[in-house]
């Protein structure tokens, strides 16, 4: 597969981006615009009504609307460094960060639509701070996280085990929604991918760039950002990766959602907290609202 290169962005530059994102924190107000909402950790289809995004954020969750605004909607402004969706529960989350009082929140559940949050386990040697999590759409009860190491549940997060270390620098997770043992890495060396639980890895897709996001989407394809190459996609029956778009300038993606009822439509987020929407696939991208 051959793909055009287009600007290098520095690999310890993405690493910042990804986990500060920019701009100054959002304020708590009962709505604003999207655009106003920054320092996101992640984001979320609403399964209940899929024209809705759930974004975590430094200041808590909140959840957009089609015209352009966004509400809070946790009880509490603590800073979810990490949240995913389970893929079939609507009113289910999973998430990880930081209290406002400080300290790390562990793994935290929630089961009334990001509104309020319960620990359900520290994690090993925790409480733990994952930086990126993902669970599994074939076993929900399968859940991965990062925590310096690679820690896995396989009981919806009761307990924990630590894996082994991470194959690189890693930005994000990603578990495919057909097999719970195989798990995608957006690395600093590009996409890895284990197929033993996270035990080994080896290199998947383009290779040499860092890799800002990796993300299963419901239909079983997988998409990555690479800098340098854009936008590329594993279709779910296909062996290669193959390129979608490069042209986001400057612009890198870092969170990424794909909707389940139209996997045409995908929704991410770029290192300016800029949420972009796409009704092609990701062949072109506009602002959400």
């Known amino acids: 597969m051959r793909i055009r290169t287009t600007s290098f962005v520095p690999m310890a530059a993405i690493a910042a981006l990804i986990v500060t994102g920019s701009g100054w924190s959002s304020s708590h107000a009962q709505s604003m615009a999207i655009a106003d909402v920054s320092h996101i950790h992640g984001i979320a289809v609403n399964l209940s009504n899929t024209s809705q995004l759930y974004l ?25 460094m990490s949240f995913t969706s389970h893929p079939s529960d609507a009113s289910t989350f999973f998430a990880s960060g930081h209290p406002k009082t400080g300290g790390n929140s562990g793994f935290l559940v929630s089961r009334d639509a990001a509104r309020s ?125 193959e390129p979608i778009t490069d042209r986001f300038g400057n612009r890198v993606l870092i969170h990424f959602a794909a909707d389940p009822s139209n996997s045409d439509n995908l929704f991410a987020v770029t290192q300016h907290s800029e949420v972009i929407v796409s009704a092609d696939g990701g062949k072109s991208w506009k602002p959400l609202g």
């Open 56 to 80: 975590a954020t430094h200041d808590g969750v909140f959840l957009t609307s089609p015209d352009g605004t966004a509400t809070p909607v946790s009880s509490n402004k603590d800073d979810y």
């Open 117 to 241: 949050w319960e620990q359900v386990s520290p994690g090993v040697n925790g409480p733990v701070d994952f930086h990126a999590m993902t669970v599994s759409a074939a076993d929900p009860n399968v859940l991965y996280g990062l925590y310096g190491e690679i820690q896995t549940s396989t009981d919806g997060g009761k307990t924990w085990q630590v894996v082994g270390a991470p194959p690189a620098d890693i930005y994000g997770l990603a578990a495919s929604v057909t097999d719970p043992q195989t798990i995608y890495a957006a690395t600093g060396q590009g996409v890895m991918v284990s197929r033993d639980g996270a035990k080994t890895w080896e290199p998947s897709g383009p290779a040499g760039q860092p890799a800002s996001f990796v993300n299963a989407a419901p239909d079983g394809a997988v998409y990555a950002f690479v800098v340098g190459s854009g936008l590329v996609k594993l279709a779910k029956s296909a062996g290669e990766w």
